[in-house]
């Protein structure tokens, strides 16, 4: 193994610019791995434990989608910018002017996978292999999943949600602390959290622009533009080798991951069984060890 050395900078979109941190050489001529994160809204940093696939000498690209971390912030700007296709538009855009676009792995966390199906469903011509990590192949699934988790939860938890939801009083001290007993659970279950997931946190935290106008006010009242996404009926046109990952207690429960195993040609799965959404937090070595094996089956 080899100790790999990070760089970072800014890659023009349109009037904006997009922030990205390669670690390792593009050089190399090992096909770049590229990390796309979860949100809408969230940043790279909680991803970052995968960086450490560099030091198998593959180069690992991680970057903050536009309005999220260190990238251009559009507080301004309403539900008729934050679409699918300008993230696509920005991930093809990065691709291109880091001169990777012809040869690259795609991992997705969460939202990433959405993005990733897709990008995979343009059928870009470098990409190599595609990792859909803890993603629903629809918002709807995700959300009647998201009842059944709830009405698993200890008494008063469900009580408090839908309490709050129905008076809209998300930001509820009691409404709070009940979305916190959810993530424990079904997002992630190394507690404390990890300081990389704080430091996502405390960025949506101060601009929650496109999580809130995406998705919602959380990870299981989606109520956002996405609410009615779904590539169920098209993942089938995915020709990329995929590989797709989850965690036995994920908020992406088996449900909702299984349109993509059902509909794409070559697929495989693992659950990882002490998992929640965040396996490679919760589970790293195993969780780098099955992604490293796919990634160089596909180079």
Known sequence: MTQSHSTEGLV???EWQTWYRITGDLASGVTPLVVVHGGPGCTHDYLLTLASIAESGRPVVHY????????????????DFWT???????????????????????????????????????????LKGLVLSNSPASMELWAS???????????GVEDALD???????TNDPEYLA???????????????????????????????TVYTTMNGPNEFFCIGSLRNWSVVDRVSAITAPTLLLSGRFDEATPATVQPF??????????????SSHMPFVEEPD????????????ND
């Open 286 to 297: 195993l969780y780098r060890e099955i992604v490293e094996a796919f990634l160089r089956e």
């Open 178 to 208: 009940a979305t916190q007993a959810y993530y424990d659970v079904h997002v992630c279950r190394v507690l404390p959290n990890p300081p990389e997931l704080l430091k996502t946190m405390e960025y949506m935290a101060d601009d929650s």
């Open 84 to 126: 699918v296709d300008l993230f696509l538009d920005e991930l093809d855009n990065l691709l291109e002017t880091l001169g990777i676009s012809g040869g690259y792995h795609l991992l997705g966390q969460s939202w990433g996978g959405m993005l990733g199906a897709e990008h995979a469903l343009r059928t870009p011509r470098g």
């Open 145 to 155: 999943e998201a009842k059944v988790l709830r009405s698993h939860m200890p008494p």
């Open 163 to 169: 309490l709050h939801e129905q008076a809209g009083s």
């Open 261 to 274: 195993m059902d509909n794409i040609a070559n697929v495989r799965w693992t659950i990882f069984e002490e």
């Open 64 to 79: 903050d989608q536009l309005g999220a971390g260190r990238s251009t912030h559009l507080p301004d700007k309403g539900v």
């Open 12 to 14: 023009p979109f349109g």
